[in-house]
Nanobody, 122 residues
Framework: VQLQASGGGLVQAGGSLRLSCAAS????????TGWFRQAPGKEREFVAA????????LYEDSVKGRFTISRDNAKNTMYLQMNSLQPEDTAVYYC????????????????WGQGTQVTVSS
């Protein structure tokens, strides 16, 4: 599976952005997808994940209530709607795919896309 993230940019605190991740390759296989982020000087961390059918959705605690993950399997695309952005959300955001949402959160991804930069100014 190849993953292509887009939608990053510069936004003021309190603003919103929508990230997209397009999948290609073995898209006939069922897989969970998710988002991770890496801030300067920090390790990559889990942000959110969603199962193939959308029945399982997981979030990192600091983004609950602000971020919404979704996917459109007909378009092989996943989204991350980010609202009420804060400077601490500044990071490179990576889309990822794996066998399940739970495994994405606990063990990381089997497939990684390239990152997209999100910068939130105060």
């Amino acid at each position: 599976v190849q993953l292509q993230a887009s939608g990053g940019g510069l936004v003021q605190a309190g603003g919103s952005l929508r990230l997209s991740c397009a999948a290609s390759g073995r898209t006939g296989s069922t897989y969970a997808t998710g988002w991770f982020r890496q801030a300067p000087g920090k390790e990559r961390e889990f942000v959110a994940a969603i199962s193939w059918g959308g029945s399982v959705v997981l979030y990192e605690d600091s983004v609950k209530g602000r971020f919404t993950i979704s996917r459109d399997n007909a378009k092989n695309t996943m989204y991350l709607q980010m609202n009420s952005l804060q400077p601490e959300d500044t990071a490179v955001y990576y889309c990822a795919a794996g066998r399940s949402a739970t495994l994405l959160k606990s063990r990381g991804a089997d497939y990684w896309g390239q990152g997209t930069q999100v910068t939130v100014s105060s």
